[in-house]
């Protein structure tokens, strides 16, 4: 019904920076969906990294406050998170998501990691 493809991870350097993108399709996709992105590191849960909502507002894990930007292209229905002054801290699988007529969605995952 839905599907999320991600693509922009890799490894990168402390301090470095990191664009990931995600493409939406499906036939019960909407553009005026809430998108977003969440990441799971190992032996942790999945958590909330940002969220775009079709209005325009955003929230953000208060851990990526001031060094993640989510932004969304409702035309190409896509989303993307640039990642800057990327901490170990933030390696993980980032997870590209969006919520549809009340049931979440999720991409595969790409692999973030971050070296001190």
């Known amino acids: 019904q839905v599907q999320l493809v991600e693509s922009g991870g890799g490894l990168v350097q402390a301090g470095g920076s990191l664009r990931l993108s995600c493409a939406a399709s499906g036939s019960i996709f909407s553009k005026n969906a809430p998108m977003g992105w969440y990441r799971q590191a190992p032996g942790k849960q999945r958590d909330l990294v940002a969220v775009?909502?079709?209005?325009?507002?955003?929230n953000y894990a208060d851990s990526v406050k001031g060094r993640f930007t989510i932004s969304r292209d409702n035309a190409k229905n896509t989303v993307s998170l640039q990642m800057n002054s990327l901490k170990p801290e933030d390696t993980a699988v980032y997870y590209c998501?969006?919520?549809?007529?009340?049931?979440?969605?999720w991409g595969q995952g790409t692999q973030v990691t971050v070296s001190s």
């Open positions: 775009s909502f079709s209005g325009g507002s955003t």
């Open positions: 998501y969006c919520r549809i007529l009340g049931d979440n969605y």
